[in-house]
């Protein structure tokens, strides 16, 4: 909170980082598991609305057959992210998810490619960003994705001339 002898200034603008800053947490914490491809939510649209293929379809969010109905009250759901704040987003859930990610260099340093004067994720053969978590992609998460790798490594650097014996 921001106090100036005027008082509290509230602020009257939010962009488009806030929304990309609280989606990218959100990556990092959970993504409940969904059925595949059989089970959908068909939203009503009202008449005349342009929504493409005149459905929308969410799919449904798939209960956890793990656990036992009389030990719950309501249902609950797989998480398929790890739920700690570890920066999964930007790792993986998986070790072998954050090795596909590694340079494999003696640094620790994650995969990055220059373009020109840019610095850029790496892309799967389908064109995906190879990060921790690329679901729901958009420029907001390529940004910050990006920002979290180049600082991985700026932090890197720093603790190889600090630590020259350390390995990655
Ligand atoms: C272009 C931006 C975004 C796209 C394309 C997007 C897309 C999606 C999709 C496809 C899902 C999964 C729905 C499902 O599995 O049924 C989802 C879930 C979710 N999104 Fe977003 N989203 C965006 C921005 C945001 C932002 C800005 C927030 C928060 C401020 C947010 C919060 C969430 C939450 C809380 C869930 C539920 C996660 C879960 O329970 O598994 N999203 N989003």
Redesign the pocket.
């Given at each position: 909170m921001v106090r100036r002898a005027g008082g509290f200034i509230p602020a009257t603008t939010l962009n488009l980082l806030a929304?990309a800053w609280?989606?990218f947490q959100?990556h990092d914490w959970?993504?409940?598991e969904?059925y595949q491809s059989d089970e959908f939510y068909d939203i009503q649209l009202p008449p005349g609305d342009e929504w493409p293929h005149g459905k929308m379809l969410?799919?449904c969010?798939k209960p956890d057959e793990t656990l036992e109905p009389s030990d719950i009250n309501c249902p609950g759901y797989k998480n398929t992210n790890t739920a700690w704040w570890d920066g999964s987003q930007i790792y993986g859930s998986s070790e072998a998810t954050t090795e596909s990610q590694r340079t494999k260099d003696p640094d620790g340093k994650l995969l990055l490619t220059q373009r020109g004067k840019g610095v850029f994720l790496p892309h799967d053969d389908s064109g995906n960003p190879k990060t921790g978590f690329s679901?729901?992609w958009?420029t907001g998460m390529e940004m910050l994705h990006t920002l979290f790798a180049m600082e991985h490594n700026a932090i890197c650097d720093m603790l190889r001339a600090a630590y020259p014996v350390w390995t990655g």
């Open positions: 929304a609280i989606q959100i959970f993504q409940h969904s969410l799919p969010t679901d729901n958009w």
